[in-house]
């Protein structure tokens, strides 16, 4: 795959390129705009994107800014001077602000467009019917045979093009569906039963969290159980109520009466699940933060989970985190690729230690520093790994401060 998001002056940042792999990862202080990368990706690879609005009425707020916009909760963040545009292969997708407010979205190939597609299949039925009139008009049949094979082609041709048009105007340039599963969907279990009423009602709830319940909630029709082996549970969907089972014990618990945890994370697994069973169209899943409420180990068993479920045929997976256990995790995975590819006759023995559906090839993997406005790529380009990050730094001021804390304990001068 080759995607590439610019985005200037749009809420947090300032100026960032981003090239999205099969596995993106963006890490940054909260705030920083790994959030709003993400989010800005899911709108460009949206089917409904194609847009126009009257710039005429640019000073009529809520005509100006687009529901994908408000969807995401990003209309806040449009300046008098945003740019944003997102290339995928020799398609480019972007959005026009004119003093704050969307006036339109823009889509074009380097391919020919519909237009031209179609003007070229017009203009092939009307030489095919301009020949048409020399066939009937030849005496020699070599000469009718010659203008009968070109009507054929003429027609076959356009045929072709008319073709090529259907196709494009029913997948679009990007043929990918954009899968978003936003950070507040923790809130799910906790009321559980009160989703239809929120979506009857229209409380002023965000799109997404919406989006992301009702998705859920047809889901789990499909996906009545599943085992989640890094937490040692099995999800149940029994009469309209999701229960957990946990192995020895008879008890059913209610979804919202377990761990928090276990609360987080079993709708998003139901609803991946569900989707990654779609074999017919690639999907881009977007998840902010799957590490919430998770031991560190859990987040390592959900990270192989993700990168089995989520990059399987075209699909490709972007997150955000904070976690230092998601990003050393990653590294294990980018090296057990590394080490297969060098020592084949190993290959197993390093499948016995992390599963082969979870490795990541480095060439497919990249991983960003949001922060200041800008990114920053953290994966070292020899060693095809996560080389160094804010997060380690952190780390090591930590440590600083305990070492002089340490010395003040002692009597000694802290410099």
Not at 94 to 105: E, L, R, T
Not at 274 to 283: D, I, P, V
Not at 292 to 309: C, D, I, S
Request: charged share 25%.
């Amino acid at each position: 795959m080759n995607e590439q998001l610019v985005v200037k002056n749009f809420g947090p940042i300032k100026d960032a390129t981003v090239d999205f792999k099969r596995v993106t990862v963006f890490i940054g202080p909260t705030g920083g705009g790994k959030s709003t990368l993400a989010k800005l990706a899911a709108v460009f690879k949206e089917d409904s994107y194609n847009f126009y609005v009257n710039p005429e009425h640019h000073t009529d707020a809520e005509g100006q800014k687009h529901k994908l916009f408000s969807d995401f909760s990003l209309t806040n963040f449009i300046h008098s001077s945003s740019e944003a545009t997102f290339a995928k292969e020799e398609s480019i997708r972007g959005i026009d602000f004119i003093k704050g407010f969307v006036v339109g979205a823009h889509s074009f190939s380097q391919h020919k467009t519909n237009g031209e597609l179609l003007a070229e299949a017009v203009r092939d039925m009307t030489e095919a019917k301009s020949n048409l009139d020399e066939f009937s008009k030849s005496e020699k049949q070599s000469d009718a045979d010659s203008f009968k094979n070109q009507i054929d082609k003429l027609i076959n041709d356009a045929k072709i093009k008319i073709g090529v048009i259907s196709r494009m105007t029913k997948q679009g340039l990007y043929d990918v569906r954009p899968q978003f599963f936003p950070a507040n969907r923790v809130l799910l279990p906790t009321v559980e039963y009160s989703w239809a009423g929120f979506l009857r009602d229209d409380i002023g709830l965000p799109k997404d969290i919406l989006r992301f319940a009702n998705n859920f909630s047809l889901s789990r029709k499909e996906v009545p159980e599943l085992d989640i082996p890094f937490l040692n549970v099995k999800y149940l969907h029994r009469n309209g109520q999701d229960f957990i089972k946990v192995p020895g014990l008879e008890t059913l618990f209610r979804l919202f009466e377990t761990a928090s945890g276990i609360q987080s994370v079993t709708p998003l697994l139901v609803l991946l699940e569900h989707l990654s069973r779609n074999t017919e169209q690639a999907q881009s899943f977007i998840i902010e933060e799957p590490e919430l409420n998770l031991y560190p180990t859990a987040q390592q068993g959900l990270l192989n989970w993700l990168v089995e479920k989520c990059t399987k045929g075209e699909n490709d997976l972007t997150i955000t985190t904070h976690s230092p256990y998601i990003l050393s995790h990653l590294n294990l995975l980018l090296y057990a690729f590394q080490v297969a590819e060098q020592h084949p006759d190993r290959r197993e023995e390093v499948a016995a230690i992390v599963p082969e559906a979870s490795w990541i090839n480095p060439k497919e993997f990249a991983c960003y520093q949001v922060e200041n406005g800008g990114v920053q790529s953290l994966v070292n380009d020899e060693l095809g790994m996560i080389d160094n990050n804010e997060l380690d730094a952190l780390s090591g001021d930590a440590a600083d401060a305990f070492d002089n804390l340490i010395r003040l304990s002692k009597g000694i001068a802290v410099k």
